[in-house]
């Protein structure tokens, strides 16, 4: 297993720290939140800006994954939005997974992920959908370009919230471009299947993979141990499909304990994968 660790679980260390950090306790990648913290996807000289976090990734010798899902990114006011789906704003989110992209690009990352977003109450199941496979073919088409992979998220709550869901939009899209990132937390939290069983499903179109616990029903990211997910058999099922991307870390309220979280969480996954 190719472990990594989530830069939105160091969010109060400057990114050369948290990239040296995540180096050193020996992950081999990280998946990296752009946000105005770390690599502001809208400040000024953002391909320089890149090109240095690039030297940074290659002296600790890190794989990258893509996040976006930084919380206040767009709007300082409403959490992740406006949204794919949202009938003011749809193109800044956009803008915003286009810069993503060509973050990628420069970086060499294996995948962006991304999620389709919350439905908003003014906006129906049928246009969000609608919606969401104009943008998702628009994106594809950007990354296809710049030859970067993406990663949809099924994330709970959101109009795309399970596997059976991406498996719906894939068939819609119908591009490799358009893969799946899975969060093992999601799989406990609210997919009727095992996560093993989802990771099977998912294995022709997984690109990218979260790791954390969770409580069945319960939307909370937890430390290893907390929550109700059985880790070996989640492993064992990724060596199966031959799954060879990173494994990232997801604990973006655990900044407060960065370093400790991500020590106690690499000698976990460690020992559940032994």
Known sequence: MRFGY?????????????????????????????????????????????A??????????????????????????????????????AAWRIALLERAIEVAADLGAEAVSFWSGTL?????????????????????AYASDRGVQLGLEPEPGMLIDDLAGYLKLQAEVGSETLGLTLDIGHLVCNEPQSPPACITAAAPYLVNVQIDDMRRGVHEHLEFGAGEVDFPPVLQALKDIQYDGLVAVELPRHSHAAPTVARDSIAFLRKAER
Do not use: M
């Not at 976090?53 to 794989?63: F, P, Q």
């Open 52 to 89: 240095e976090v690039g030297k940074l990734l290659a002296d600790s010798n890190l794989a990258v994954v893509i996040e976006t899902g930084g919380r206040y990114v767009l709007d300082p006011y409403r959490k992740h939005e406006p949204t794919l789906l949202h009938t003011n704003g």
């Open 120 to 140: 908003p109450p003014d906006v129906s199941p049928e246009l969000g959908w609608q919606r969401l496979i104009a943008s998702c073919n628009q994106l594809v």
């Open 6 to 50: 989530g830069t939105n679980g160091f969010a109060n260390h400057r990114l050369p720290d948290a990239l040296k950090v995540i180096g050193e306790l020996g992950y081999d990648g990280v998946a990296l939140t752009i946000d105005h913290n770390h690599l502001d996807p809208f400040g000024p000289d953002l391909r320089q800006r890149t």
